[in-house]
């Protein structure tokens, strides 16, 4: 079965930078949809960006876009998350989530039935 391990995470001020990563394991499909989630404490579970296996449209959260960048590395079975210009209403314990290539482009987290452990942001 999928395994999904987010790491990069950590507590930066607001207008910094960090780069999340969420190391994939265990999926033998080529094709494939992979996306980032966050919950702050108290909050629903909201979608931040998804991308397909084809690179095609990744989708953004309207709350992030311009400042996160979704990106995968296909060999090294990794999916990033790079985030510019951080802000306190950005933290939140983020997730990596996988799903089936059909239909991606969601960012309902009902979509993906594999998870990561998460990887808590701070920023202040």
């Known amino acids: 079965h999928v395994q999904l391990v987010e790491s990069g995470g950590g507590s930066v001020q607001a207008g910094g930078s960090l780069r999340l990563s969420c190391a994939r394991s265990g999926y033998s499909y080529s094709r494939f949809c992979m996306a980032w989630f966050r919950q702050a404490p108290g909050k629903k579970r909201e979608g931040v960006a998804v991308i397909n296996s084809h690179d095609d449209g990744p989708r953004y959260a309207d709350s992030v876009k311009g400042r996160f960048t979704i990106s995968k590395d296909n060999d090294k079975l990794t999916l990033y998350l790079q985030m510019n210009s951080l802000q306190p209403e950005d933290t939140a314990m983020y997730y990596c989530?996988?799903?089936?290539?059909?239909?991606?482009?969601?960012?309902?987290?009902?979509?993906?039935?594999?998870w990561g452990q998460g990887t808590q942001v701070t920023v202040s």
């Open positions: 989530a996988a799903g089936p290539s059909a239909g991606c482009g969601s960012l309902d987290p009902t979509y993906f039935p594999a």
